[in-house]
């Protein structure tokens, strides 16, 4: 018996991990001479490869800054205490969630526009003036 089993990457390029937080190349570089714990690795290349741990790292920092509004140096203390209290990991990865979160609701909601816009071209009728909430002709008897 085979069980299959998602592949989890352990290293991920730069485009990859601006396609995963959707953040832009320079913004990343920006943000590693600012918060020393993001310092990834590089390949032979010279190409810079992240770790997951990294990329949730780049996540928690994502969201203080601009979901919770703090400043660079208040989102770097804001780590550190975290750090120091041991909650770094738990914070990290609660940030990856939201953000996983958020990401999956706009999708949706998304999906759901398209949806409606296709039941309200459906159910217009001939003349195109019937929408979804007007009522149905009666029925002649």
Known sequence: MTSTRPVVQEFYSIGEVCSLTDLKPHVLRYWESQFRFLNPAKNRSGNRVYKGREVELIMLVKHLLYTEK?????AR?????????????????????????QEIRTTVEEVLGILDGKMGQRHSGATGRQGRNSTPPEPTP
Request: proline share 0%; charged share 35%.
């Open 70 to 74: 703090f400043t660079i140096d208040g």
């Open 77 to 101: 203390q804001r780590i550190d205490h975290y750090r120091r209290t041991g909650e770094l990991k738990v914070s990290a990865r609660r940030a990856f969630e939201a953000e996983l979160a």
